[in-house]
Nanobody, 123 residues
Framework: VQLQASGGGLVQAGGSLRLSCVAS????????MGWFRQVLGKEREFVAT????????LYADSVEGRFTISRANIRNTVNLQMDNLRPEDTAVYYC?????????????????WGRGTQVTVSS
């Protein structure tokens, strides 16, 4: 499975960005999809995940109510709508695919990763 993320950029605090991740390859629609972020020198942090079958979602407390994860109708694209962005949201954002029974918040349980996309929020 190959993952390609896009949509990062520079935005002022309070603004919005929409990240997209396109999955390709065998059974790419049958993976739970997640977004993580990482700041240089820190561990990779869970942001949100969506189940491939039920569409159930789970968010980190820090983004709950501001970020929305969704899958496109063709179900091989996952989006992360980020609203009311804060400077502390600045990070490299990664999409990932998880071949498991239930979506996970642990990065070590994800099987495939895309290249990151930089999100910078200025104050």
């Amino acid at each position: 499975v190959q993952l390609q993320a896009s949509g990062g950029g520079l935005v002022q605090a309070g603004g919005s960005l929409r990240l997209s991740c396109v999955a390709s390859g065998r059974s790419s629609t049958m993976y739970h999809m997640g977004w993580f972020r990482q700041v240089l020198g820190k561990e990779r942090e869970f942001v949100a995940t969506i189940a491939w079958n039920s569409g159930d979602t789970l968010y980190a407390d820090s983004v709950e109510g501001r970020f929305t994860i969704s899958r496109a109708n063709i179900r091989n694209t996952v989006n992360l709508q980020m609203d009311n962005l804060r400077p502390e949201d600045t990070a490299v954002y990664y999409c990932a695919a998880d071949w498991g029974l239930v979506p996970s918040t642990r990065p070590d349980e994800y099987d495939y990763w895309g290249r990151g996309t930089q999100v910078t929020v200025s104050s």
